[in-house]
C-alpha cells in the first residue's frame, strides 16, 4: 500500500496550465509524475513543485506514442505504486477554414488532442482497474461545446475528448473509477507555442482572446482541483463559457446563427 498524499500524472507538464495543475497540486501534498515532450520545461516544473514544498518525478513522454505512455504507467507502478489522478493535459492548438486545412493538419490535431488522450486513459486503465479507484481528468476546451469556425479539426478533437469522457463515465464509474472534462475558455497561456495551420490571423485572434482572459491559468488549475474533487463532471471554468453552453442547451439555432455570422464576417474580411 502506498503511503502519502494524492499520486498524481500530469501530461503536457512542462508548461501553462500542465504547470500549475502541478502546482496546486502539490501545494496540497500531491506526488507528481510530470510528463512532457519538452524536458527543460519538465525540469523547470519540478522544480517549481520543490519549491512549492512537493514532489515528483520528470519523464519525457510523447502523447501519440502508446510505448511511451505505457512506459509512463510502468514507472508510475514503480515509483508509487499506483495513481491516483490521471491528468490528460497534453494539446495542441490550429486554425484555419476546413478547406485550407490539409489531411495533415488534420492527422496531427487528432493525434494529439484526441489519441494522445485515448492513449493516456489505454495506458493507466490496467493498474485503475486493478485498483479499483482513482479519477481520470480530460482536458477538451469550450471549442468541443461551441464550434466556434475557423478551426473545425481542433473542434473536432476536442468534442471528441468530451464524447470519450461521457462514455468513460458510464463505464468506469461501476468500477469505482472516477471522470472530469475540462471545457474552458481562452485563458493566459502558451498554447500559441504549438499553433499550426494556415490561418496566421486566426492565431492572431486567438491571441488577443487569450490577453485578454479574466482569469488566468492558475485560476483554472485552481478550479480543476476543486471541482474534480467535488465530483462535478464537465467543468467549465469560465462563467462566459457556462452562460454559452446554458444559451446553447436553450435554443441551439441561436448559437448556430451566430457561429454562421461570424463565418460570414472572416470570410468577407479574407476576401474569399
Not at 485503475?128 to 480530460?138: K, T
Amino acid at each position: 500500500m502506498h503511503s502519502g498524499g494524492q499520486r498524481v500524472v500530469i501530461t503536457g507538464a512542462g508548461s501553462g496550465l500542465g504547470r500549475e495543475l502541478a502546482l496546486c497540486y502539490a501545494r496540497n501534498g500531491a506526488r507528481l509524475a510530470l510528463a512532457d515532450l519538452q524536458t527543460e520545461g519538465l525540469k523547470e516544473t519540478l522544480a517549481l513543485v520543490e519549491q512549492a514544498g512537493g514532489n515528483g518525478f520528470c519523464q519525457r513522454c510523447d502523447v501519440r506514442d502508446f510505448s511511451q505512455l505505457a512506459a509512463l504507467a510502468q514507472t508510475c507502478e514503480e515509483r508509487m505504486d499506483g495513481i491516483d489522478v490521471l491528468i490528460n493535459n497534453a494539446g495542441v492548438s490550429s486554425g484555419g477554414f476546413f478547406w485550407d486545412l490539409s489531411l495533415e493538419d488534420w492527422e496531427w490535431q487528432i493525434s494529439v488532442n484526441l489519441m494522445g488522450v485515448v492513449k493516456g486513459c489505454k495506458a493507466f486503465m490496467p493498474i485503475l482497474m486493478r485498483q479499483r479507484s482513482g479519477r481520470i481528468i480530460n482536458i477538451a476546451s469550450m471549442a468541443a461545446l461551441m464550434q466556434s469556425p475557423g478551426m473545425s479539426n481542433y473542434n473536432v478533437a476536442k468534442a471528441g475528448v468530451v464524447a470519450l469522457s461521457e462514455s468513460l463515465l458510464a463505464e468506469l464509474q461501476p468500477l469505482g473509477i472516477k471522470v472530469n472534462v475540462v471545457c474552458p475558455s481562452f485563458f493566459q497561456t502558451n498554447l500559441l507555442d504549438s499553433f499550426r495551420g494556415p490561418d496566421q490571423a486566426a492565431k492572431q485572434q486567438v491571441a488577443k482572446l487569450l490577453e485578454s482572459s479574466p482569469i488566468s491559468a492558475a485560476d483554472v488549475a485552481g478550479i480543476i482541483y476543486q471541482q474534480s474533487a467535488a465530483d462535478q463532471f464537465m467543468i467549465l471554468p469560465h462563467e462566459s463559457g457556462r452562460m454559452a453552453w446554458a444559451a446553447k442547451q436553450a435554443d441551439p439555432q441561436v448559437i448556430y446563427d451566430e457561429m454562421t455570422r461570424l463565418a460570414a464576417k472572416r470570410i468577407e474580411q479574407a476576401k474569399i
